[in-house]
């Protein structure tokens, strides 16, 4: 019989297994964390999600499911009675899903190419992430969250921006969100940061530093 | 007041369009429809995507809706009562949406790189297509759709696969989906295409045919 409970592979410098983790929190439930060496995965891990062998999978009551956005969604329609993740309304449902699917397809490569580029293609990169946070915003117009007045599914997709856009702003010497481009933006980065089980949940800053910024090294030592 | 009713903005050869007309179809919901020029696109669908600027978009009651999997979550959402194309189960509903962005980020792509490319690059592209079939076919194991005995979110999602397949296969003169490699796709293939609701609502072939064809050809010309 399949073992009961919930188990999350992830790996603690995962922003997409973070992601996870806050919907399982907002709904109170109760897991087991298992840390996975991405150079080195589990054969559990490769056993449940053999198709693209990512971190995080959750495995509920014996039941594995793949892809951080999937995941979310399943965790608010199986913890049905819990704190309301998506919102109620099919309309704002649909818009929720709309920007997360803007925020994963634009706003995160144009992201993740500041982080790991330099010169000329850095800076169109940095032009891009702006330019595409500037419409995510749009998101946030009279709402103190992207949720509304508490956090929602789309806080949970984009929340990790403000912790690695801040490590990624003092790694790389550059500014992405500042008050003056992005005010809605950069008000929602220390909001989200404030709330308290987001401050529990986060990595050690330094530690998620130390890793970034070793990575860029490395990618650009061996570039001329 | 905003105009009452339900309005689609797409392309006739577009089969992210489809997607939606099928979900539409498939409730009974009746639908004006609008065919945009690609290369000159009207004023209306700027002004209600103005993030993407792509069809389709959905328009019902004065609401715009963007992103074709999200408006077919949402037509199915709406009108509840009707056929349903979601899995009712949550673990059912995550593992066609799984499977639904494997389909886009996997297949899709790989299956336009065989179209838009010639020699080793179209051979690794056929490669890579032939692949990421082979794991979405698990998805079809024991059933005769994707969504069980009748066609649901995930024949709606890659349901113009089996129609545009054949036409590049025709086109590029090379063999993607056949009985042999990939059998349960292979018979998934007819079978949607021998769905009434299906057969009623894809272009005239000769015009997407011909259509893919100069575009193929408009591309190479400007290549040595």
Not at 33 to 50: A, C, G, M, Q
């Amino acid at each position: 019989m399949a073992a009961k409970g919930v188990k999350l592979f992830g790996m603690w410098a995962s922003p997409f297994a973070l992601r996870v983790e806050w919907a399982l929190k907002l709904k109170g439930v109760e897991y087991e964390y298992v840390n996975e060496d991405l150079s080195n995965k589990s054969e559990e891990l490769l056993r449940y999600n053999p198709v693209t062998k990512k971190v995080p999978v959750l495995v509920h009551d014996g039941k594995e499911l793949a892809e951080s956005l999937v995941i979310v969604e399943y965790v608010d329609e199986t913890w049905k009675d819990g704190y309301p993740i998506m919102p109620k309304d099919p309309y704002e449902r649909a818009q929720a899903r709309f920007w997360a699917k803007y925020a994963e397809d634009k706003c995160l490569p144009a992201f993740f190419a500041v982080y790991f580029t330099t010169g000329e293609a850095q800076m169109k990169a940095l032009q891009e992430t702006k330019e595409s946070l500037k419409s995510l915003e749009k998101a946030l117009e009279g709402k103190k969250f992207f949720g509304g007045e508490t956090i929602g599914y789309l806080d949970v997709v984009v929340g990790w921006f403000p912790f690695w856009v801040r490590i990624v702003e003092e790694i790389a010497g550059i500014d992405i969100v500042n008050g003056e481009d992005l005010p809605l933006m950069n008000a929602w980065f220390q909001r989200f940061l404030d709330v308290e089980m987001v401050k529990k949940s986060l990595p050690p800053k330094d530690k998620v530093y130390e890793l970034n910024r070793a990575r860029r090294e490395k990618l650009f030592s061996g570039q001329p």
